[in-house]
């Protein structure tokens, strides 16, 4: 009998030092097809609710062997039906509002589903919003200097609001939204993007006034035609009155081939509690460590216990909730002819 892929899977969330976790992670029984693995990263009042909702949703249908993008379509709908359902609410345009004040009922959620083929190794991957996910094989990380990528391969496609590619993707079914892209909500006129002498639109070259990650990326917010609520992110779940601006919960898909015959390859989708304060090849380096490779739990609990004590020093007790779902996937080395 030849060889078969091996796949370890484990996903873990904590709040950090926040009063409550936004966030929501699950990886799928051993028995399935597929190995799929998630994690969901709340926001704004209802964000709990964002995050468990899409969480059940997407977890029914990666388990009914629909495709990882029909999740995100039951749990827009789904969401929207229990949030207009928690108290005196008045739907608008598709949008929840608060009978009373005509204020929008916020909240929403990041969502990104991996899944991986128990019979190939290859790997699918979905998601809105900023839960970022990437790749290592180990063989290459674990030689730290000469690793070929030591800060992994993404997986994500960016949805933070300083994307000119986001950007452009709003401006074509809203134009207006162009004045919506900005670094502070006390300065509007300190836009994200400005014309060019061409006529092209550019990041402006003023930048911004603070930075949301260790890698410098200026913090931009993309703000609502009607109101002052703002988000970090053009893509959710939720967020019902940003969707008339050109929010969409359209996820991007990915895919990844095999890893090569003979070698571990280990992926990690994380909220971005885990990834702002982390290097990537330092992430990588954890990962790809040898007592750990191939053990998807012990990984993601030193990954988890690194990630809180690190957050702790760079940003204080407080710090943002944490969510990490690990992937080992080893491939069985070339039959010998």
Sequence with gaps: MSASIQITTAALTDRGGSRENQDAVFAAAEAAA???????????????????????????????????????????????????????????????YNRLTLAPVGGGTTASVLQVDRA????????????????????????????????????????????????????AVNPSASSRFLYSARNPQRRAFIMDPSGDWIPNPA??????????????????????????????????HLKRDGL????????????????TRVYLVASDGLWDGMEYAEIGALLCRSDLVGNADAAAAALMELGKRINCQKFGVDHDNLSVAVVYVSAPAAAVP
């Design 207 to 240: 930048g911004g006034f603070s930075y949301c990650d260790v890698r410098n990326t200026w913090s931009v917010y993309f703000h609502s035609s009607d109101d002052d609520e703002k988000l970090a992110m053009t893509r959710a779940i939720g967020d019902y």
């Design 248 to 263: 969409s919960a359209i996820p991007h898909c990915t895919t990844a081939a095999p890893p090569p015959p003979g070698t």
């Design 34 to 96: 597929a190995a799929t693995v998630a994690v969901f990263d709340g926001h704004g009042l209802h964000g709990t609710l964002a995050a468990t909702t899409a969480a059940e949703t997407v977890a029914a249908a990666t388990a009914a062997g629909e495709p990882i993008t029909a999740g995100f379509a039951a749990a827009e709908e789904l969401f929207r039906t229990r949030l207009h359902n928690t108290g005196d609410h008045v739907l608008n345009y598709g949008a929840v």
């Design 120 to 171: 190939t190794g290859a790997a699918s991957f979905a998601h809105v919003g900023d839960s970022e996910a990437r790749y290592w094989d180990c063989a290459a990380a674990a030689a730290a200097a000469a690793a070929a990528a030591p800060e992994g391969i993404p997986l994500t496609a960016n949805h933070n609001p300083g994307s000119l590619e986001e950007f452009n993707r709003i401006r």
